[in-house]
């Protein structure tokens, strides 16, 4: 089986296997800019050996060897929660971020409502002209 090539939803480009060319699609942070930097990978290193046994900070059943770990920020990034699961940490950031896309999507639509008093505009009367011949003529009187 042959696959086409789609345009890139960016440039227009022909790509294939994605929607956007390796020039248009988005960049993810680097791990430091991110908060996962040497500092915290070293720190990492250093406590996983002791994390085994102990309840996840997140769901709190015991982390047991052979699982995937992650030292996990507190919700507001300002330190460390402790160690959970690697799954109980990526739920926590999805439930996170989707909790502000809809904030945003909010404010969006907060922004596009019209404001509180607002009424439709009266209804335009037509006007009547007499022309030089002495016909009536109807016309509305709308702005430009």
């Known amino acids: 089986m042959t696959r086409l090539a789609c345009p890139c939803l960016g440039c227009g480009v022909p790509v294939m ?15 430091a800019a991110r908060g996962y930097g040497a500092a915290h990978q070293a720190k990492r290193a250093k406590l996983l050996a ?3 046994g102990q309840p996840c900070a997140r769901c709190g ?49 907060e922004q596009s409502r019209r404001p509180t008093g607002w009424q439709a505009p009266a209804p335009q009367v037509p ?6 011949g ?8 709308r702005p430009p």
């Open 50 to 52: 002791a994390a085994y």
């Open 134 to 141: 002495g016909a009536a003529r109807v016309f509305d009187r």
């Open 17 to 31: 296997g994605a929607s956007r060319c390796p020039n248009c699609a988005p960049r993810k942070a680097k791990t």
């Open 61 to 109: 059943r015991p982390m047991l060897q052979g699982q995937a770990l992650d030292l996990d920020h507190s919700d507001d990034r300002t330190g460390y929660a402790g160690f959970s699961h690697r799954r109980c940490n990526e739920q926590a950031g999805g439930r996170k971020g989707a909790r502000q896309r809809v904030a945003q999507r909010e404010v969006g639509k």
């Open 127 to 132: 006007s009547v002209l007499t022309t030089a």
